[in-house]
């Protein structure tokens, strides 16, 4: 059974830093896109970065320079490093697994990011 978990959300100030994780389980990483994904109450859940197989990036325009999303083929993780971040990053951020053979999506069940001060 596939399983992704969200870990590092929480609490910042504006102009902070915060670091996700999602460790996973029962898939095969290395043929996963991987990518982080957020939502809002009343929203669509929205691509906020993706990482493939051979490394290649891919972010949403509010968030680039700013994030930066990277996968560790050995422990099957993949992270999103957040700097400088601002309240409208505030949102449920998920994980997503998309393995491309199968076209198949398996999704963590979120972790709480709230940028105030």
């Known amino acids: 059974q596939e399983q992704l978990v969200e870990s590092g959300g929480g609490l910042v100030q504006p102009g902070g830093s915060l670091r996700l994780s999602c460790a996973t389980s029962g898939i095969i990483f290395a043929y996963n896109i991987m990518g982080w994904y957020r939502q809002t109450p009343g929203n669509e859940r929205e691509l906020v970065a993706r990482v493939n197989a051979g490394g290649g990036t891919n972010y949403a325009d509010s968030v680039k320079g700013r994030f930066t999303i990277s996968r560790d083929n050995a422990k099957s993780s993949v992270y999103l490093q957040m700097n400088n971040l601002k309240p409208e990053d505030t949102a449920v951020y998920y994980c997503?697994?998309?393995?491309?053979?199968?076209?198949?999506?398996?999704w963590g069940q979120g972790t709480q990011v709230t940028v105030s001060s």
């Open positions: 997503n697994a998309h393995d491309v053979r199968n076209r198949l999506d398996s």
